[in-house]
């Protein structure tokens, strides 16, 4: 059953108080009606999230997987909750991480698609990143794996909050070598130590590896002192590399070698937690950047029950797996059904170590009583807001409603993908003003919108909202909030 309230509005600490609408009604589920009881004081955790790169919701065996062994990632949802309607707030690389590390929707900050290599673009410096505020706590931060948030050295993580960094500055196909690029599109591809260039065109089938012992070097460093560790995989982004002891021991062949990897690798930051004994005071989050990318076919993966995949609203392009675990603090065994996107991390994480959240504005909120399973907690959102390519507000979900916007997407239509690292090409779909129930139909198989007409009112208020302060090019509308991305002349060739 669909919860409707009405909001009081003046008592919603958000920037959709001018209105009272329909609010979400998403009660924290699960550990119980009593909801989840705090056993231990909670002073300054560690933060670890691990960002997989164009993972699906069904590639992890507790998500549904059949062929894929995921053992360390099912005893970290065993440990903690399983989030099962966590969203990305992009269906493609450079924008959701964007989203992650600033609480905002990435075309509030100008971040647009994936950036290319010499992009003229990146993260401003003006923008708060979450490595920032809690370096200002006090924290020691690294990022290793792929940034892709500008690869001038003005946008490098250095300048971000980072104390150490080593990584791709942006996707590993975005080298010379792409089975579809012409000759010369793209440069050498760079390994980056800090600000400057440690290796050209490095082993791919190492670089799981690297990032990993690098990330268990960095917690054993600092272990006597809080720390954020930003762990984010070039893989199973395509192409695809598996180091030697893993090719070919998957029953889902290379892609499923590449996941069975990057689970070693969650196992291997574990273990580091646990032999230190931080596991009790560290906060880990799991999650992927985007949907997979389909038109790869068996080099990519599955998104579960929904539909399509990367570069699409569609829930297989936005809906990515989520798991999180904070021993004593987020109850374990638990499965939360409740909406939740990477925008909300940031805020959230302030407010359980003390910090300041930037004068300027962010877009996510505190859901810290939805992952703890407080009773009564529901999620503070009227709706989140779905965009893609250059600013075209595509999609909203507000409760259980998801109305897409018409606009035209991109997608495979069931059709199989390509094989071995070629692509397949994709299909045009165009899409119209279109509702789903997503309690009832998270398929997005029957569009509803005929049938509930004072239902596509109540949303169009809240998209109206959406492209006042955040714009939307489908309908040529500029927004009153947006802010401008980090600029650079000459980008630096590496």
């Keep these: ?11 919603r600490p958000n920037r959709w108080n001018s209105l009272s609408l329909l609010a979400w009604g998403l009660l924290g589920v699960g550990a119980g009606a009593l909801g989840f009881a705090t056993t231990k004081a909670a002073t300054a955790p560690n933060i670890v999230i691990i960002f997989a790169d164009d993972l699906g919701w069904g590639d992890l065996a507790c998500f549904g997987a059949k062929r894929i062994r995921t053992p360390n990632l099912d005893k970290l949802a065993r440990e903690g909750t399983r989030f099962t309607s966590f969203y990305a707030s992009q269906p493609v690389c450079s924008a959701s991480r964007a989203s992650l590390l600033t609480g905002c929707y990435a075309n509030r900050i100008g971040i647009h698609g994936a950036l290319s290599p010499r992009s003229k ?6 923008e708060t990143t979450l490595a920032e505020m809690l370096r200002d706590r006090g924290y020691a931060t690294a990022i290793f794996g792929k940034w892709h948030l500008g690869d001038a050295p003005e946008f490098l993580p250095a300048n971000h909050g980072f104390d150490e960094y080593l990584g791709l500055p942006y996707s590993n196909d975005m080298w010379p070598s792409h089975p579809t690029a012409k000759p010369g599109t793209y440069p050498p ?9 440690a290796e050209l065109m ?17 917690i054993r460093k600092n272990r006597s002192k809080p720390f954020f560790l930003y762990l984010a995989h070039s893989m199973p982004h395509a192409p695809l590399h598996a180091s030697a002891e893993f090719k070919g021991r998957s029953r889902k062949g290379l892609y499923g070698d590449v996941i069975e990897e990057i689970d070693w690798s969650v196992g291997e930051v574990l273990k580091a937690l646990d032999e230190l004994h931080l596991a009790d005071n560290t906060w880990v ?6 949907g997979p990318w389909h038109s790869y076919g068996d080099h990519a993966g599955s998104a579960g029950p929904f539909r399509e995949g990367k570069g699409s609203v569609f829930e297989g ?3 990515v797996p989520c798991v999180m675990r904070w021993p004593g603090q987020i109850p374990s065994g638990r499965v939360c059904k409740e909406a939740a996107m990477t925008v909300d991390l940031f805020p959230t994480i302030a407010s359980k170590v ?8 962010i877009d996510g909120l505190d859901i810290w009583p939805l992952i703890a399973s407080v009773k009564g907690a529901r999620n503070p959102h009227e709706a989140y807001a779905f965009y893609y390519n250059q600013g075209e507000l595509q999609a909203i979900r507000s409760g259980a409603w998801k109305l897409l916007l018409p606009h ?3 997608g495979m239509r069931g059709r199989p993908g390509g094989h071995d690292g070629m692509p397949a090409s994709y299909n045009q779909i165009d899409v119209g003003l279109e509702l789903y129930n997503l309690d009832y139909d998270p398929a997005e198989k029957v569009n509803v919108a005929s049938k509930h007409p004072e239902r596509i009112r109540i949303l169009s208020l809240l998209v109206e909202q959406f492209r006042a302060d955040l714009g939307d090019s489908l309908t040529h509308r500029t927004g009153a909030g947006l802010r401008a991305p980090g600029r650079v002349e000459s980008p630096k060739v590496h």
């Design 408 to 410: 035209k997407a991109r």
């Design 189 to 197: 591809l760079p390994l980056i130590e800090g600000t400057h260039v």
């Design 354 to 361: 003390g910090g300041t959240l930037p004068a300027h504005r």
């Design 1 to 11: 059953m669909v919860r409707v309230f009405e909001l009081n509005p003046m008592s």
């Design 285 to 290: 989050i799991f999650s992927s950047d985007n």
């Design 202 to 218: 490095p082993d791919q089938t190492q670089l799981t590896k690297r990032y990993t012992g690098r990330a268990v070097d960095f």
């Design 121 to 126: 673009t990146g993260l401003n410096t003006g």
């Design 317 to 319: 392009g936005v809906r």
